[in-house]
């Protein structure tokens, strides 16, 4: 099943081991249609289904409109981003089961940004991912 419509979506966290859970999220946001960008420890450049790797989010093309960030890193591993998806204000961010962080919700919503605890995968799954 499509979505209405094609989102850029960065995956915080990607990983190149299919039993991760933000391999299949990129595996089902491309079927559904949405560009990936892939922040993780693979070296910038390398690709995965061809979706492109980044080290971090400074990296990414800058004359992208990025709407969704997915986030697949603890709240610890998370601080080195909070900055960046801060300064880079996309429309929505998610925060998969395991990735919760209160701080970074609550600075996030308060900008105006529609954010999400809950899971790319389900969310894909039962058509709500673009709403």
């Given at each position: 099943?499509?979505?209405?419509?094609?989102?850029?979506?960065?995956?915080?966290?990607?990983?190149?081991?299919?039993?991760?859970?933000?391999?299949?999220?990129?595996?089902?946001?491309?079927?559904h249609?949405?560009?990936?960008f892939?922040?993780?420890?693979?070296p910038?450049?390398?690709?995965?289904?061809?979706?492109?790797?980044?080290?971090?989010?400074?990296?990414?093309?800058?004359?992208?409109?990025?709407?969704?960030?997915?986030i697949y890193?603890?709240?610890?591993?998370?601080?080195?981003?909070?900055?960046?998806?801060?300064?880079?204000?996309?429309?929505?961010?998610?925060?998969?089961p395991?990735?919760?962080?209160?701080?970074?919700?609550?600075?996030?919503?308060?900008?105006?940004?529609?954010?999400?605890?809950?899971?790319?995968?389900v969310?894909?799954?039962v058509?709500?991912f673009?709403?």
């Open positions: 099943m499509k979505e209405n419509k094609s989102e850029n979506v960065i995956i915080l966290g990607a990983s190149k081991k299919p039993h991760r859970y933000s391999y299949k999220a990129m595996q089902e946001l491309n079927r249609g949405h560009k990936t892939l922040i993780g420890r693979e910038t450049g390398s690709t995965l289904a061809g979706n492109k790797f980044y080290k971090s989010i400074e990296e990414l093309p800058k004359d992208i409109v990025y709407d969704t960030i997915t890193l603890n709240e610890r591993n998370q601080s080195m981003y909070e900055d960046d998806i801060m300064n880079l204000d996309p429309k929505k961010v998610i925060f998969n395991g990735a919760e962080n209160n701080k970074l919700y609550a600075r996030l919503k308060q900008k105006g940004i529609n954010v999400v605890n809950g899971c790319t995968l969310m894909l799954s058509g709500t673009t709403h």
